[in-house]
């Protein structure tokens, strides 16, 4: 069956940097786009990153220009580095993938991890 584990959360300071890594296995992970979301207290889950097959990317805007997501197909791993990070991107932080095009609908995604742990202090 498909797995994603999510790993590298943890807690920093506010204009610090982490590294979100997910690693995919029981599915042909090239075939596949993959995504970044995260949930915060008393909040909905929200879209931050998306990358294509073919890595096309796509940012929600509260987080363009300070993360990065990227993929290695050869590892079956997506990564999300986050820099200048805010109190306010603390969250529970999950990785999802879909077979098919990077949608930016959260329904649309079969497949979740467990989720990691950020918390950014002031």
């Known amino acids: 069956q498909v797995q994603l584990v999510e790993s590298g959360g943890g807690s920093v300071q506010a204009g610090g940097s982490l590294r979100l890594s997910c690693a995919a296995s029981?599915?042909?992970?090239?075939?596949?786009?993959m995504g970044w979301f995260r949930q915060a207290p008393g909040k909905a889950r929200e879209l931050v990153a998306l990358?294509?097959?073919?890595?096309?990317?796509y940012y929600a805007d509260s987080v363009k220009g300070r993360f990065t997501i990227s993929r290695d197909n050869a590892k079956g791993t997506v990564y999300l580095q986050m820099d200048s990070l805010k109190p306010e991107d603390t969250a529970v932080y999950y990785c999802?993938?879909?077979?098919?095009?990077?949608?930016?609908?959260?329904?649309?995604?079969?497949?979740w991890g467990q989720g990691t742990q950020v918390t950014v202090s002031s």
């Open positions: 029981g599915l042909t992970f090239g075939s596949y786009a």
């Open positions: 990358i294509s097959s073919g890595s096309s990317t």
């Open positions: 999802a993938a879909r077979r098919g095009y990077h949608s930016i609908l959260i329904s649309d995604y079969d497949h």
